[in-house]
């Protein structure tokens, strides 16, 4: 079956550094990958999704800037939490899939952000 | 009001019961509905999908979607404690963009 690799999986930052997530499909070309962003005990929010080639879409509230998103091939994505601060501390999680395969995208393992 | 409502748990049952995982929703233009599982730290595991109303089985897993009253139900049949994790359910129309529950904390006691 399809496969996404996230990593790292765990990191732990100083306020005011950036921190880079990457996100890769294993076994098939990923046209469309989407980062969300989970707290504990909540649901999986959509921060953003890019399409390879083309500047990612943000959702509503999500700091583009803060945020950056690299969609360079169709195996590879990444995040940069640029400037982190604690609040910014989550589980991030990518999911990738080919475009319109509306039957359910496949996860990453997720990355766990502490920002001390 | 949420556009998924699902019940958070924890829900505790003996090993070899039957589970009853539910959600409603409140967007009739929902036509994708989906079953993840995710243990503790990792990334949500698709386990069921379906495509508007009816029933879908796979071993011993079986999802419902009932669209007239905005239902969806993953059953789980001689649950073992191995099936321990958190079930989100997750749904979209016609785009890319699930919306998810905020997912059901089961525990399978041995």
């Known amino acids: 079956g399809a496969v996404v690799s996230q990593h790292p999986s765990r990191v732990i930052c100083k306020s005011g550094t950036s921190v880079k997530i990457e996100c890769r499909s294993l076994?098939?070309?990923?046209?469309?990958m989407f980062w969300y962003r989970q707290f504990p005990k909540q649901s999986l929010m959509l921060m953003a999704t890019s399409n390879e080639g083309s500047k990612a879409t943000y959702e509503q509230g999500v700091e583009k800037d803060k945020f950056l998103i690299n969609h360079a091939s169709l195996t590879l994505s990444t995040l940069t939490v640029t400037s982190a601060h604690p609040e910014d501390s989550s589980f991030y999680i990518c999911?990738?899939?080919?475009?319109?395969?509306?039957?359910?995208?496949?996860f990453g393992s997720g990355t766990r952000l502490t920002v001390v | 009001q949420k556009e998924v409502e699902q019940d958070p748990g924890p829900l505790s049952v003996p090993e070899g019961a039957i589970v009853s995982l539910n959600c409603t929703y409140s967007n009739s233009a929902f036509q994708y509905f989906m079953w993840y599982r995710q243990y503790s730290r990792k990334g949500p595991e698709l386990l069921m999908y379906t495509y508007s109303s009816g029933n879908k089985e796979d071993g011993r897993f079986t999802a419902q979607v009932d669209k007239s009253s905005k239902y969806i139900s993953l059953f789980i049949r001689d649950s073992q404690p191995s099936d321990s994790a958190t079930y989100l359910c997750?749904?979209?129309?016609?785009?890319?963009?699930?919306?998810f529950g905020t997912g059901t904390r089961l525990k399978v006691l041995a």
């Open positions: 076994d098939f070309q990923a046209t469309t």
């Open positions: 997750a749904m979209s129309g016609r785009t890319y963009k699930y919306i």
């Open positions: 999911s990738a899939g080919e475009t319109g395969a509306l039957e359910g995208y496949t």
